[in-house]
């Protein structure tokens, strides 16, 4: 399954972005999708994942902060609205299907303070 993610850009410390990241197939079958973060000069970290029956999963970092959903039925969509951004989330935003490690280009996040 191919991803590409879209909806990162520049946003001011206390704003929302809401990136999402389309699959090339149905995901109504994946067990298990989540969203990364990679800042620069830091590894990978996972920030929220979502099962197929809509459980989640955060990272403390962004527990309260953001919501991670999927849209099975009609697009094929995962989403990861965030709200509250902190200078700290900037990064690059990957997207992943973990069932068959399959992972996005990333989508660039920066919020200035």
């Known amino acids: 399954v191919q991803l590409v993610e879209s909806g990162g850009g520049l946003v001011q410390a206390g704003g929302s972005l809401r990136p999402s990241c389309a699959a090339s197939?149905?995901?109504?079958?994946?067990?298990?999708m989540g969203w990364y973060r990679q800042a620069p000069g830091k590894q990978r970290e996972l920030i929220a994942v979502i099962a197929s029956g809509g459980t989640t999963n955060y990272a403390d970092s962004v527990k309260g902060r953001f919501t991670i959903s999927r849209d099975n039925a009609k697009k094929n969509t995962m989403y990861l609205q965030m709200n509250s951004l902190k200078p700290e989330d900037t990064a690059v935003y990957y997207c992943?299907?973990?069932?068959?490690?399959?992972w996005g280009q990333g989508t660039q996040v920066t919020v200035s303070s």
């Open positions: 197939r149905s995901i109504s079958s994946i067990n298990v």
């Open positions: 992943r299907v973990v069932d068959f490690d399959s």
